[in-house]
Nanobody, 127 residues
Framework: QVRLEESGGGSVQSGGSLTLSCKVSPDTYNYIYMGWFRQRQVKEREGGEGVAIIDKASTPTYATSVKGRFTISLDKAKNILYLQMNSLTPEDTATYFC??????????????????RGQGTQVTVSS
């Protein structure tokens, strides 16, 4: 059973940093990609935005909007997926979800959802 549990969200000022964590269950490793996507409240009907993914070889891929600022990593010993977020701006304000899937449709397509996702954690960046 795939279980994803996020933590680490909060409020920060523009330019600040946050690290999100996602505890993943062992069954999550049956899927090729783990990652993060976010959903801005004002754009909820447009679906989420893929933020970062990591594949089984631990190769990361980032959305253009976060490249150079966010870092995704997986601690296999602890079964925790991280998202280190630096240089945050108000545009990064969203609910962040941990995700798992063997398809990348959800990462590239705004209206698509990953097969599995957690409950989400809120990140608020004030100017």
């Amino acid at each position: 059973q795939v279980r994803l549990e996020e933590s680490g969200g909060g409020s920060v000022q523009s330019g600040g940093s946050l690290t999100l964590s996602c505890k993943v269950s062992p069954d999550t490793y049956n899927y090729i990609y783990m990652g993060w996507f976010r959903q801005r409240q004002v754009k909820e009907r447009e679906g989420g935005e893929g933020v970062a993914i990591i594949d089984k070889a631990s190769t990361p891929t980032y959305a253009t909007s976060v490249k150079g600022r966010f870092t995704i990593s997986l601690d296999k010993a602890k079964n925790i997926l991280y998202l280190q977020m630096n240089s945050l701006t108000p545009e990064d304000t969203a609910t962040y979800f941990c995700a798992a899937d063997s398809s990348l449709t959800w990462f590239h397509t705004p209206l698509a959802r990953p097969r599995f996702r957690g409950q989400g954690t809120q990140v608020t960046v004030s100017s």
